[in-house]
């Protein structure tokens, strides 16, 4: 999969994803603790990325993806009703880190957006490698709000 596919529809970069980190890495601790929130089997802590065939507890959800489609759009950051009810009605999470990071995708093209949203996952105490929903470092154990700003 090229990297650029792994921004979403909704443009959340899913390379600081929690369960496509714990998938991809094979982290079981990590997958042990998305399941036990999700209240789902270990085995199905799963993602190959938003715009795979493979989706964390599957697209059913998500009306970012069918509503790009139906617009011939790559995604949020190329519509001009952005935001709009789809994006109100994602989790407050998703929600944040949406309105943080689509301005983003707007100013630069996805690569250089892939490489900001890397840099800006990383603790900015130690430099250690952190995902969307994070509120502390897992390394250092600073108290952290990337998801804010």
Do not use: W
């Not at 989706?55 to 059913?60: R, S």
């Amino acid at each position: 999969m090229d990297k650029t596919e792994l921004v979403a529809p909704c443009g959340v970069y899913c390379g600081i994803c929690p369960v496509y980190i714990a998938d991809k890495e094979q982290n079981a601790d990590l997958k042990k603790k998305i399941a036990a929130t999700f209240n789902v089997k270990l085995q199905d802590v799963t993602c190959g990325g938003c715009r795979s065939g493979r989706v964390f507890l599957g697209d059913e959800d998500c009306t970012v993806k069918p509503c790009a489609a139906v617009r011939g759009i790559e995604g949020c950051f190329r519509c001009n009703e952005f935001p709009c009810s789809h994006i109100k009605e994602r989790p407050e999470i998703v929600r944040r880190v949406i309105l943080r990071s689509v301005p983003v995708l707007r100013e630069y093209e996805v690569e250089r957006f892939i490489e900001r949203e890397a840099e800006h996952y990383r603790c900015p105490h130690c430099g250690a490698r952190l995902f969307m929903g994070a509120r502390k470092c897992p390394s250092c154990g600073r108290v952290i709000d990337l998801d804010a700003g």
